[in-house]
């Protein structure tokens, strides 16, 4: 018909308007051309509905079908099964991606099933004895794609029943991290029976059905018997189904048990016409699962061991040991080849995890190898405390050989740009001076009203004149002594305390040898200026919990409410009061979220639960939302930490465990119609 109507239009050169009687050439040409590509749509539409192959070396179709499932052996949902090798087949070649990681065969197997394809089958073979009177599930998730163009097959689970009947029941919901309600991804999530009277069930049993978790936390146990269970969730590490290591992340709820049920329930399903238009909205009828919501708090059990983790020896004036646990009191040394009485100024951890002991003699700072004998309380095999003495030695990482070398090198420098100096008529100075102590302010320039100014020394004091420390304020253009106070709070750091004013500028001042160091150094001359940022600059964020989840008569029990920034770490915290009112005045400008726990022993850290005791993490919660301060402004939020379910609390922008990526079909033949349809156009010499 193409050539045809060219033959007749080209046939003196010009167009034929006898031919085309009452309608004009242009007219009939656009006819013609409107006509001939609906009749290429609808070919391509019938071509892609029915004659698709695999790959396109020739530019046709792609291939864009799923794998379907042809037939089993035994029958997906066959019962009275005693085979322990399962071939399901498929009618294309197909692969699974991952399987150890997103195939669950439940009851779970002890001995890893081998699951495996081949050609256009898959072969799972049950390495376990079958159990009696039990439906078996093997689910696949989105491991399935066929083997050339990577096309998804979707969620697919097959089953059986060595019984004479399949369970159908399905129990779901999310396993969150406690601390901070992220997503934990690759959690065994398990059942047992509520009435199983097994003592230490958690660690001694076996799930009977399990699942795994996906990366929204999300996890379905399928295959489930009508019955009341109990719930727990487990990082396994070692394999065997069972709290074995205190290491493993844990999870169980709090209420007693749960009995699965369902319901007939209708959902909608959008319809994409690409990705930015609706192409409809359908009602779709199906059977809802019950409880498909439950939220599991997953923590780790308190690691309480204690043992020498390591000891180093950095810099050779300190000795450093590092626990695995803290302790109520301090390691001893008896020194082997030196006199340890009174020769350590100690630094510890508040926990006693990690301690520190300065050398007071520089002899020993000197001696390249310290032996000792380090006696300390140690975790034994049956959990207890003990007393251990080990034979130690301490090496310095650097020798003093070495130190000396380079000390001279120092000198040597120094004596050449003296000489320099001197030639050339400078003022130079005949004796090297000693280094100096250098302290640390934790502020310069510019400090926020609630900002605390802390000294923080390079190694410990042996003399401090808080004297020799002055504060200044200006006030009306004139400076006047301001009251302060300088205390220690650490081994290496003091604080200096005073009423700072907003919009107040401050002068520091610190006279030489002030501070004389372990080692002799003293500190030159410093003076620091300090201004403090003006009300203006700031917002105020006020909240207000409600309802209290903390009652009147619990006197013990508070709520602890944080600020986290966009990388989830808290910048500033604060304590509701007993109406559950939290303030956040002097707010540096920028957008926030909020978290909140349960200070349920009142200690102001947050705790993890601890099996053994029953006892549960303290309660965590996520504002739902960001909040954005600005300055000169008073922000209020109102929070119900009920209101949303715990598993949508957390923002999705501060959540580093994303949701697993959808396996999509990729629908590359809409595309490919229309590339070919504009080609189509262009042969008749259409423009675009």
């Given amino acids: ?15 034929d308007r006898g031919a085309c009687s009452n309608l004009s050439w242009h007219r009939v040409r656009k006819s013609f051309l409107i006509s001939s590509f609906t009749f290429l749509i609808l070919h391509f539409s019938f071509l892609i509905s029915g004659c698709a192959r695999m790959g396109n070396p020739d530019g046709g179709w792609y291939d864009d079908t799923p794998p379907r499932v042809v037939g089993a052996s035994p029958e997906d949902r066959a019962t009275g099964v005693k085979a322990q090798k399962v071939v399901i087949n498929f009618n294309e070649f197909i692969k699974i991606e991952d399987a150890q990681n997103k195939v669950i065969v439940s009851p779970p197997q002890l001995e890893m099933a081998e699951i495996k394809a081949a050609g256009k089958r898959i072969i799972v073979e049950l390495k376990d004895s079958l159990k009696e009177n039990t439906t078996y599930t093997v689910d696949f998730s989105d491991a399935i794609t066929d083997n050339n163009e990577g096309n998804p097959m979707g969620n697919y689970t097959y089953s059986f029943s060595t019984g004479d009947h399949i369970d159908t029941l399905e129990v779901g919901g999310y396993c ?28 001694k049993k076996p799930f009977m059905r399990v699942s795994r978790t996906n990366g929204s936390g999300r996890f379905t146990i399928k295959g489930v018997a009508p019955g009341n269970y109990v719930v ?8 065997d189904f069972l709290f074995s290591q205190k290491s493993e992340t844990i999870g169980y709820l709090t209420t007693d048990t749960i009995r699965p049920t369902w319901k007939p329930d209708v959902r909608q399903d959008t319809v994409w016409a690409d990705s930015l238009h609706i192409a409809d909205i359908k009602r779709v009828h199906y059977t809802h699962f019950l409880p498909d919501e439950l939220t599991l708090l997953c923590y780790q059990h308190p690691l309480t061991d204690r043992s020498l983790l390591k000891q180093e020896r950095t810099e050779p004036q300190k000795m450093t040991f590092y626990f695995t646990y803290g302790s109520d009191s301090l390691p001893r040394i008896e020194g082997l080849n030196f006199r ?12 006693l995890d990690t301690v520190t002991y300065w050398l007071r003699d520089t002899t020993l700072v000197n001696q390249d190898t310290l032996q000792y004998v380090l006696t300390y309380m140690m975790t034994d095999t049956l ?85 020799a420390v002055h504060l200044y304020v200006m006030v009306d253009s004139t400076w006047y002594r301001a009251p302060h106070e300088m205390r220690q709070t650490a081994t290496l750091q003091y604080l200096l305390d005073a009423e ?36 203006d600059e700031y917002s105020k964020l006020i909240v207000e919990i409600s309802p209290n989840p903390v009652g009147a008569a619990d006197s013990v029990a508070r709520i602890v409410v944080e600020l986290m920034d966009t990388s989830d770490k808290p910048v500033r915290r604060a304590v ?25 022993n009142g200690n102001g850290q947050w705790d993890t639960g601890d099996y053994d005791l029953d006892r549960q993490p303290e309660p965590v919660y996520y504002f739902p939302e960001e909040v954005e301060c600005k300055a000169k402004w008073d922000v209020s939020r109102q929070w119900n930490f009920n209101a949303t379910p715990r598993f949508r609390q957390k923002p999705a922008k501060i959540t580093k465990q994303k949701p697993d990526k959808e396996k999509q079909l990729k629908n590359r033949n809409l595309e490919r119609a229309r590339q070919l349809g504009i080609q189509y156009m262009k042969d008749l010499g259409v423009k675009n």
């Fill in 1 to 15: 018909m193409n050539n045809g109507l060219r033959m007749a239009v080209r046939k003196d050169g010009h167009r």
């Fill in 176 to 203: 969150l991290n406690a601390e901070n309600l992220e997503p934990l991804k690759g959690m065994l999530v398990g059942l047992y029976e509520a009435n199983d009277t097994t003592d230490s069930l958690f660690y």
């Fill in 232 to 239: 727990y969730a487990l990082q396994d590490a070692d394999g």
């Fill in 340 to 351: 340890s009485d009174s020769a350590f100024v100690v630094e510890a951890s508040e926990r």
């Fill in 383 to 467: 959990g207890q405390l003990v007393m251990q003495s080990d034979t130690l030695e301490s090496l310095a990482k650097v020798s003093y050989e070495k130190r000396m070398k380079e000390l001279q090198k120092e000198r040597e420098k120094w004596e050449k740009e003296q000489e320099r100096h001197r030639k050339r008529g400078e003022p130079y100075d005949s004796v090297m001076r000693e280094k100096p102590l250098q302290p640390k302010l934790s502020v310069s320039g510019q400090m926020d009203p609630l900002q605390r100014l802390y000294i923080t020394m390079p190694e410990p004091l042996v003399d401090c004149d808080t004297s």
């Fill in 500 to 535: 700072w004013q907003v919009g107040t500028e401050y002068s520091l001042e610190i006279d030489s040898a002030a501070f004389r160091g372990l080692y002799g150094q003293v500190n030159n001359a410093m003076k620091q200026g300090i201004k403090v940022r003006t009300e």
């Fill in 576 to 600: 509701a009061d007993e109406r559950g009112i939290a303030r956040f005045p002097f707010l540096k400008p920028a957008t926030y979220y909020l978290r909140a726990y349960i200070d349920q």
